[in-house]
């Protein structure tokens, strides 16, 4: 597997305003999850995990073909 995470998917830039009592407070800058993490969350959302969920190690598998997948993706996008 690869190390590349294609940066943040969703990022934030200088943080958000919110009010709290009587002060505004600023949040901390957020990257959030990286590209990679949600090329593997879209593929895991095509997987029906139910069907496998009594197959030893499924889970793990499942997982890692989804980052397999999202590496590839992310490759793609170089091309």
Do not use: W
């Not at 009592?21 to 879209?42: C, H, W």
Request: negative net charge.
């Amino acid at each position: 597997m690869t190390t590349e995470t294609g940066g943040p998917a969703f990022p934030c830039e200088g943080g958000n305003k919110f009010i709290s009592g009587n002060e505004i407070r600023k949040t901390l800058p957020s990257s959030g999850m990286t590209v990679r993490d949600y090329f593997a969350g879209q593929e895991l959302s095509k997987m029906n995990a139910v069907a496998c969920c009594d197959i030893p190690d499924a889970y793990a598998r499942q997982a890692e073909h989804c980052y397999r997948m999202a590496d590839a993706m992310l490759e793609a996008r170089t091309k």
